[in-house]
Protein backbone atom coordinates (compact mmCIF):
# COMPACT_ATOMS: atom_id res chain seq x y z
CA UNK A 1 0.00 0.00 0.00
CA UNK A 2 1.19 3.39 -0.61
CA UNK A 3 1.44 5.94 1.55
CA UNK A 4 0.61 9.41 1.27
CA UNK A 5 2.89 12.28 1.69
CA UNK A 6 0.49 14.02 3.99
CA UNK A 7 0.00 10.60 5.92
CA UNK A 8 3.31 10.11 6.24
CA UNK A 9 3.67 13.64 7.27
CA UNK A 10 0.73 13.86 10.02
CA UNK A 11 2.45 10.68 11.17
CA UNK A 12 5.77 12.41 12.10
CA UNK A 13 3.73 14.95 13.62
CA UNK A 14 1.70 12.63 16.12
CA UNK A 15 5.32 11.14 17.08
CA UNK A 16 6.06 14.74 18.10
CA UNK A 17 2.90 15.47 19.03
CA UNK A 18 3.04 12.35 21.67
CA UNK A 19 6.14 13.07 23.11
CA UNK A 20 5.23 16.98 23.99
CA UNK A 21 1.88 16.97 24.36
CA UNK A 22 1.21 12.91 25.47
CA UNK A 23 -2.63 14.21 27.17
CA UNK A 24 -3.58 15.81 23.38
CA UNK A 25 -2.60 12.85 21.49
CA UNK A 26 -5.78 11.14 21.69
CA UNK A 27 -7.71 14.10 20.80
CA UNK A 28 -5.60 15.18 18.07
CA UNK A 29 -6.09 11.39 16.98
CA UNK A 30 -10.02 11.68 16.41
CA UNK A 31 -9.47 14.83 14.78
CA UNK A 32 -7.41 13.25 11.95
CA UNK A 33 -9.40 9.98 11.99
CA UNK A 34 -13.18 12.26 10.92
CA UNK A 35 -11.83 14.47 8.08
CA UNK A 36 -14.20 15.66 5.81
CA UNK A 37 -11.97 17.22 3.88
CA UNK A 38 -12.91 16.24 0.34
CA UNK A 39 -9.22 15.81 -0.57
CA UNK A 40 -8.74 12.92 1.37
CA UNK A 41 -11.27 11.09 -0.45
CA UNK A 42 -9.33 11.33 -3.91
CA UNK A 43 -5.94 10.31 -5.23
CA UNK A 44 -3.32 12.02 -5.77
CA UNK A 45 -3.55 11.39 -9.67
CA UNK A 46 -6.82 12.27 -9.65
CA UNK A 47 -6.01 15.60 -7.80
CA UNK A 48 -3.35 16.46 -10.37
CA UNK A 49 -5.72 15.60 -13.23
CA UNK A 50 -8.24 18.01 -11.52
CA UNK A 51 -5.61 20.99 -11.26
CA UNK A 52 -4.03 20.15 -14.88
CA UNK A 53 -7.85 20.46 -16.31
CA UNK A 54 -8.62 23.45 -14.51
CA UNK A 55 -5.51 25.18 -15.26
CA UNK A 56 -5.91 24.31 -19.26
CA UNK A 57 -9.08 26.84 -19.10
CA UNK A 58 -7.90 29.46 -16.87
CA UNK A 59 -6.15 32.87 -18.14
CA UNK A 60 -3.23 32.61 -17.09
CA UNK A 61 -3.04 29.23 -19.45
CA UNK A 62 -4.02 31.64 -22.04
CA UNK A 63 -1.64 34.67 -21.47
CA UNK A 64 1.07 31.52 -20.73
CA UNK A 65 0.23 30.14 -24.00
CA UNK A 66 0.52 33.83 -26.00
CA UNK A 67 3.27 34.34 -24.28
CA UNK A 68 5.24 31.16 -25.40
CA UNK A 69 3.79 31.79 -28.96
CA UNK A 70 5.12 35.34 -29.11
CA UNK A 71 8.53 34.11 -28.03
CA UNK A 72 8.80 31.10 -30.75
CA UNK A 73 7.58 33.92 -33.47
CA UNK A 74 10.89 35.69 -32.09
CA UNK A 75 13.23 32.70 -31.71
CA UNK A 76 12.04 31.26 -35.01
CA UNK A 77 12.82 34.55 -36.84
CA UNK A 78 16.24 34.82 -35.22
CA UNK A 79 17.16 31.43 -36.21
CA UNK A 80 16.48 32.24 -40.13
CA UNK A 81 18.02 35.14 -39.88
CA UNK A 82 21.25 33.59 -38.64
CA UNK A 83 20.71 30.65 -41.34
CA UNK A 84 20.58 33.57 -43.94
CA UNK A 85 23.81 34.90 -43.05
CA UNK A 86 25.52 31.54 -42.80
CA UNK A 87 24.42 30.71 -46.01
CA UNK A 88 25.45 34.33 -46.99
CA UNK A 89 28.55 33.97 -45.47
CA UNK A 90 29.80 30.77 -47.08
CA UNK A 91 28.84 32.21 -50.63
CA UNK A 92 31.05 34.81 -49.52
CA UNK A 93 33.72 32.76 -48.69
CA UNK A 94 34.24 30.82 -51.95
Given at each position: ??????????????????NV??????LF??????????????????????????YA??????????????????????????????????????
Amino acid sequence: MRVRTQTHLLRALNLNIVNVFPENFLLFVVQFERSDDPLDKITTAEAIRRLTDFYARSQYYYAAREKVDEISRVVRILLFSLLLLLRLLRILCR
